[in-house]
Every structure is written in C-alpha cells, then in structure tokens.
C-alpha cells in the first residue's frame, strides 16, 4: 500500500501522519507538494491536518484551489480511498468532495483533549480492520472549527447511507451531547462520501498511533484502508 500525504503551506501533521504510515505500521508513504498533479501511482491520499494558508478566510477555503484537488477529485472519482484528517476533513468540505462545513466549534474555543469515537459502522473501508468487540476508539482532538453542520436533508441522506462512520461518545459509547467537544449536528466526527471511498474526521488518528502517547487505535483506521 502506498500511502501520498499532501503537503499545503500551513499543514503541520504530515510528519505525525508519515511517522504513523512508515515507521510504525511500515507502508510506503511519501510527501506531495500541494501544486503537483500527477498522484496516479498511489493506492490513497491523506489530506492531513493543521492551517493551510493560515485558515485565512475559512479553514480550507484557499487550499482547495490548490492545483492538487483537481487531481484529488479525479482520484477519488475513480474509487480510489482519500482520507481527509482535521484541516483535511475541512479541505474536502470545502472543495465539494464531501457534504457539509466545519465551521467554529460551539464554544468559540480551541480543544486539543482525548475524544471517544463510537464506531458506527464497520463496514466501511476506514473501519473494516477495526476488532468486532471493540465500540469505541480513543482518539484526540486539536481544532477551532471542528463544530460539522448540514441541513436537514443532508444529515438524512448521511444517516440513511450509511455514511457517517465515528460519534462523538463517553468511554463506553453513549452518544449525547455532554460528549459533543465541539457542538457537531448528531455528535458526527467523521463521515464518508456516498461511494464509501473518500472520508473525513475531525479526530487525529496518526496521533493515536502508538501506547507511548496514550493510544494506538488509529492505528485500525489505516490497516482498514490498507486492507491489513
């Protein structure tokens, strides 16, 4: 598996997510300037997180002119997996690739603390890998604007397909809102496009790739991807 992590002026976790991709799980992963196009001869796409042009705007409003989403969009058209991590999720929000916004979290403030993620489905690519017995992952936060709203319709249209993949939940995985960090519609943390093929979370896997830093349950979410 050959993993491609793009690379905007302000992305801060494409070493995080390359220390988690090869040194600890061993795949092939390499960085990709953000005005390359050619992205053909990798198997998945990681849009890591951090503050792209300085989230000036909107978080991820300036980078999805980035001459590497055309390319993206060609990708993932062609059913091949994109993951999109915190400023990622927030790239491909904006760019169209995925429903909704993120916009500022309800509190106005920025959290960087451990969430729990209900794992809602394990049907999906992205989670496939992750333990039958096993509900709910423990993966942190670190964002502004990580509150996901979509209307009405949206969030049906997410609920009925199957397409919101993590909730925002306590350790043993009640959903409500006193586990909400960021006010989210439906406590939502990650989703997928309607294909199952692109996704987004707010949550930092690569930084739950390891015991030493608290977790290593990330680690699931890219052996899923990977398909081992």
Known sequence: MKFGII????????KDTYNALSRV???????????????????????????SYGDYLRCGAIAKFSPI???????????????????GFQ???????L??????NDHLEFRCQWTNLYVQTKSSIFSRKIPKN???LNIPISHGEGNYRIDRDGLKHLEDNNQIIFRYASANGTINS???PNGSVDNIAGITNTKGNVMGMMPHPEKASETLLGSD???????????G
């Open 7 to 14: 690379v905007f002026p302000g992305t801060w976790s494409d």
């Open 25 to 51: 799980l061993g795949y092939e992963s390499s960085y990709i300037w953000h005005t390359e196009r050619d992205i053909d001869s990798y198997d998945c796409i990681v849009l890591p997180g951090g503050f």
């Open 69 to 87: 989403m055309e390319s993206i969009k060609t990708f993932s058209a062609k059913g091949k997996p994109v993951i999109g991590i915190c400023n």
């Open 91 to 97: 790239i491909l929000c904006e760019a169209g690739i």
């Open 99 to 104: 429903p909704g916004i993120l916009v500022r």
């Open 134 to 136: 096993k509900k709910v």
């Open 178 to 180: 006193k586990y909400n």
């Open 217 to 227: 349950d990330g680690n699931t979410i890219f052996r899923s991807v990977a398909g």
